[in-house]
């Protein structure tokens, strides 16, 4: 006999910042625009794409930044905090890297994941039609041993979430949460900000 009073519960949950940074993403648009113009970008990482990523440039040590770099630490207190961790201790492991994307037409990131504390992004420019993140089920043993799904819309038998991205939008979460972008499928391009705690 099956019993009645039950309960299931989600215990290995993987927490995700989202929240509204509309004031940065404005405020750092054309030194954005200025990093993305210099000559040494890195024209090579994102296919049809460019980045600041592995260039001789950390956007987290230029002076322009600084003000989102305190923003970024404020609210890593605030979720981290929150979740229930010290992050006092978890600080003093941060090494702030922040680097700038633009994704034209046709680019796309592969999965991977970042050798951080926090990882995240601020979406600077969205052009309507923009390639969402796709964050994937932590789980892995599950992309090879998933249970048949009867209800697709409930939210246990996601492998992942697609986040269809919106202007001002800051997305934070576990460095070692493995995510990728789709092809961007549209004629303008999409930028954003990229940081690693």
């Known amino acids: ?27 750092l648009y054309q030194p954005i625009l200025k990093h993305l113009d210099w000559e040494k970008i890195n024209r090579k990482r994102f296919y049809k794409g ?21 923003y970024l630490k404020d609210t890593a207190n605030v979720f981290l905090t929150d979740l229930g961790f010290d992050y006092n201790k978890i600080s003093k492991k941060f090494n702030p890297y922040i680097f700038a994307t633009e994704l034209n037409k046709g680019s796309f990131q592969e999965r991977h994941i ?14 309507d039609g923009s390639a969402p993140i796709v964050f994937n089920d932590p789980i892995h043993m599950r992309e090879w041993s998933n249970w048949p799904v009867k209800n697709p819309e409930n939210l246990n038998t996601f492998l992942t979430v697609n986040y269809k991205p919106v202007v001002g939008t800051l997305l934070m979460w576990p460095s070692w949460l493995y995510h990728e972008v789709l ?4 004629d303008d391009n999409r930028i954003g900000l990229v940081f690693n705690l």
Do not use: C
């Not at 970042?114 to 052009?127: C, E, T």
């Open 183 to 186: 092809v961007h499928e549209v």
């Open 50 to 70: 460019t980045t600041t990523y592995n260039t001789t440039k950390n956007l987290a040590i230029e002076p322009e930044f600084d003000g989102f770099v305190n």
């Open 114 to 127: 970042h050798a951080y504390q926090l990882s995240g992004m601020l979406y600077i420019k969205v052009p």
């Open 1 to 27: 006999m099956v019993q009645n009073n039950y309960r299931i519960e989600n215990w290995f949950s993987t927490p995700i910042y989202s929240g509204n940074a509309i004031q940065y993403a404005e405020q």
